[in-house]
């Protein structure tokens, strides 16, 4: 009796101590215990939150949930604080988007107005947040009635927007049918995304026009705008809009220090995307060991458009299926779109940029593949190595002799020039440009050349393996080149 006594004792000890321990910060803040339902019906929106508010009160710990399906308009994460949804568990956006309030921030948006506009999830100026667990976030795209608008007023919600916050992770969870971008982290430092599933993708049949079923949202998988110190691993994205998109909002800001590894994306734009807005600084960025299929524009793709300086740029292992625009798509001009008031815009800088061991199949006759700036500002210092490309081809000898427009103020994407010169690579404006053990195929017979340069200061090329038709007038056009050596194969027949 004693010894039963004794234990009982010693469990009503150990319970206290767990108690007094979550109040300490050390714990899990169950939102069941605030009063949330989890039938998917009534609003949990201040359950959530008042175990938000406890947990990081109490100096942090996790706020949990679990076996149930919470119905939520916007919550705030505060520093410290982990919010982790248990397998089987979804957190549902609301369908009334007054649920999710534009409300005042300390920090200028896409327009520079200091709000903060929609989402089901935000965090401001947080310290050691996180969002954990294999559950669902379902942002309800398909049931918010607010028309199509870009994310710079747009009445619908992002499913997660943090903004100026450190030390952030993003583990595992899924997030699902966003209304606008799926997530969007701006001026952060210290950044994991790790091992996430994104499917928000309206239209998913890639061989049908791009809105055929339903209109588009806008709704990017995954954007880093004016981050340092970012990792992105593991992820497996489809997306109405660019899968993975760095930008840069403030010309005085930077994406730096950012490495994506190991992801499989798909888009209706496209697929791994330095850009479009690009005012600041995009340096020492490298992708790696990634696989892009089913998208619609470009594969991969970077530019300056908005007068920012992009150097140190490396993609490396990339394989690539069925793409529908451009294969590799780089880019120099002067849109010179501001994205904050009174700000001053950049000389734009496009150099020192890395593509090796790429491999792709099926890739758009029209777009094939362009690096290209503008007369008076030249992409510098680009090396193409170990790429093995098989377009879709198709075309005839006279298609090789349409004139490209400069396009300098249009907006950047391999669709920007319209069908191109070359099969397989276009360049013009450019300096230093190296291309090594370079394989180009295609599937029907073109009779373009391989690659077409214009007004290009110092190129090699070693290497070439280039397929081509007795009708196709030369595999390698140059005009306006000045070159440093030129070792190119015959063409595999």
Known sequence: MKTNRLILLLFGMLSLSLTVSAQRGNGTWDVF??????????KDTKAIQAAIDKCHAAGGGRVYLHNGTFLSGTIYLKSNVTLHIEAGATLLGSDNVNDFPSISSKYPSYTGDFVTNKMLIYAEDAVNIAITGYGTIDGRGDDIKEPYL???????????????????KILRVKLYNSASWVQSYQSCKNVLIDGITVDSRENKDIEKPRWADAKGRNNDGLDLVDCQQVRIANCNISSGDDAICLKSFSPDEACRDI??????????????????????????????????????????????????????????????????????FVRLNKRNRPYRKNAKINEPVLKDILIENIQGTRISADYSSSISGIPDAFVENITLRNINLTFEGGMKAADADRQIPEQEKGYPNGLTFGRLPAYGFFIRHAKNVFMDNIQLRFLKEDQRPAIVCEDVEGLEITKLKAQRTAQTPVLVRKVNVREKNDDNDSGIK
């Open 33 to 42: 215990d605030s009063g949330a339902k989890g039938d998917g019906k009534t």
């Open 150 to 168: 870009s994310p710079s007023f747009s009445g619908r919600p992002r499913i997660i927007h943090f903004r100026a916050c450190e030390n952030v």
């Open 259 to 328: 490495t994506i590894t190991n992801c499989i994306v798909s888009s209706n734009a496209s697929g791994i995307k330095i850009g479009t807005e690009t005012s600041g600084t995009m340096e020492d960025i490298t992708v790696s060991n990634c696989v892009v299929y089913d998208t619609r524009v470009d594969a991969i793709s970077m530019m300056t458009a908005d007068g920012a300086t992009v150097q140190r740029i490396t993609f490396s292992g990339i394989t690539m299926r069925n793409i529908k625009g451009g294969a590799i």
